[in-house]
């Protein structure tokens, strides 16, 4: 059976694991929307992409109209506590933005739901974690079949893993807990949403590992 076509919509376009999915698509031809706040809009990259949803994601119905027509939402909004400064909240960016995500896709349609979460939101300690697992159950309580990334600590970019996780990722049994590049997390996140599959999966440890082989990375 032929695959139907798929229509990506890229929910956290503008942060560095975004960028990457939509160099990444844009290259292959992928189709997608890019979802971009209102006040990102006129910056680079975003500026040169071409189809793009300009909304604020509290904004319900100019949401779910925007989305509407794609197949896959791709959640990659999240925060740090560096940037509580600025009003960024766990509550707002990781577990609100999926919420309203959440409820503009049972709008528009949407057959799929791929969440950016983190390792160790199986067993959440911490309000990081906690949060992160809040965001997995909005997701799994959707109605609409989904696929969880947890990756480890990221690399590339801004990002710098220390060396004791490097350390500990040789260990037996530790293998999953190696940190992963920014280029091989985007190509797991478009491989799995072009796919559609695995659903109702949580992709963590030697399970996104398989995935980042299977995907080319």
């Given at each position: 059976m032929t695959q139907p076509s798929r229509l990506l919509f890229v929910a956290g376009a503008t942060g560095a694991t975004g960028r990457n999915v939509v160099k990444?698509?844009?290259?292959?031809?992928?189709?997608?929307?890019?979802?971009v706040r209102p006040k990102s809009a006129d910056t680079e990259p975003a500026k040169s992409w071409p189809r793009k949803a300009v909304v604020e994601l509290a904004?319900?119905?100019?949401?779910?109209?925007?989305?509407?027509?794609?197949?896959?939402?791709?959640?990659?909004?999240?925060?740090?506590?560096?940037?509580?400064?600025?009003?960024?909240?766990?509550e707002t960016s990781d577990i609100g933005t999926t919420r309203q995500l959440v409820e503009a896709a049972k709008q528009a349609g949407v057959d799929h739901l791929v969440l950016l979460s983190s390792v160790g939101a199986g067993r959440p300690v911490g309000a990081y974690l906690k949060a992160k697992a809040e965001a997995e159950r909005l997701v799994r309580e959707s109605g609409i079949p989904w696929t969880v990334v947890r990756p480890p600590a990221f690399e590339g970019e801004y990002h710098h893993p220390p060396a004791l996780l490097r350390m500990l990722a040789k260990l037996p049994l530790m293998g999953g807990l190696r940190p992963i590049h920014l280029d091989q997390l985007a190509a797991v996140l478009l491989h799995v949403a072009l796919k559609r599959a695995p659903l109702n999966t949580v992709l963590e440890g030697e399970s996104l590992w398989n995935e980042v082989a299977a995907s080319g990375a």
């Open positions: 990444q698509a844009l290259a292959r031809d992928v189709p997608l929307i890019a979802h904004r319900g119905e100019p949401l779910a109209e925007a989305m509407k027509g794609s197949t896959t939402v791709l959640q990659l909004i999240g925060t740090m506590r560096k940037r509580f400064a600025s009003g960024d909240t766990y």
